[in-house]
């Protein structure tokens, strides 16, 4: 299973690329608290609301940041999402 079988696609995940500013503004736009981030269709990682709002400096690519990949269990199997 890929990354875009799992991501609602009326909400648009994240990319590497992407500004601290635009996850933001999409997280008020769409009024969640997480979004996935993606790079060539494979899960990089969530950003959240929390993680990013007191960063300084919000022209920073999500690139710049440290992401945790997570494990996901998905009907009861749990795998990686790599």
Do not use: H
């Not at 696609?9 to 635009?22: A, G, S, W």
């Not at 933001?24 to 990089?44: A, G, I, Q, T």
């Not at 960063?55 to 990949?69: G, N, Y």
């Amino acid at each position: 299973m890929i990354a875009e079988e799992l991501i609602n696609q009326m909400i648009p995940p994240l990319k590497l690329y992407d500004t601290v500013e635009k996850a933001l503004r999409w997280m008020d736009e769409f009024r969640v608290n997480e979004l996935p981030v993606v790079s060539n269709r494979k899960y990089m990682g969530l950003a959240t609301e929390l993680s990013l709002i007191e960063l300084p400096d919000r022209a920073r690519q999500l690139k710049e940041l440290s992401w945790t990949i997570k494990r996901c269990t998905y009907r009861g199997i749990s795998t990686s999402m790599m």
